[in-house]
């Protein structure tokens, strides 16, 4: 079992940074890729990135390629996502999510909702232009 809190989401002018973090907890942490999600008002929820579980791959939906960087501490149990360029298309509920799965990180599974176990309840992310 893996509890996940978000934490770090905030109203922020458009071109603006902000960080992120998923603190995890149970000591299952480092065998689980983690991702993070996002969900803007109407819409589905979208893929944001991935990375592996030593924290050397990490994979990013394109609409969020060279902007965002998602990294993991795995002594703290913590993962982030550091956004830069903000752009008020960023604005939504982001989520992170826990994989216990075994397929590569780099695998378009885990893209999908489905390929996560574990799901933290969102931080509100608000970009003003």
């Known amino acids: 079992q893996v509890q996940l809190v978000e934490s770090g989401g905030r109203l922020v002018q458009a071109g603006g940074s902000l960080r992120l973090s998923c603190a995890a907890s149970?000591?299952?942490?480092?065998?689980?890729?983690m991702g993070w999600f996002r969900q803007a008002p109407g819409k589905e929820r979208e893929f944001v990135a991935v990375?592996?579980?030593?924290?050397?791959?990490?994979y990013y939906a394109d609409s969020v390629k060279g902007r965002f960087t998602i990294s993991r501490d795995n002594a703290q149990n913590t993962v982030y996502l550091q956004m830069n360029s903000l752009k008020p298309e960023d604005t939504a509920v982001y989520y992170c999510?826990?994989?216990?799965?075994?397929?590569?990180?780099?695998?378009?599974?885990?893209?999908?909702?489905?390929?996560?176990?574990?799901w933290g309840q969102g931080t509100q992310v608000t970009v003003s232009s």
């Open positions: 999510a826990a994989s216990a799965s075994t397929y590569s990180t780099g695998s378009n599974y885990y893209k999908t909702e489905s390929a996560f176990n574990y």
């Open positions: 149970g000591r299952t942490f480092s065998s689980h890729r």
């Open positions: 990375i592996s579980l030593s924290g050397r791959g990490t």
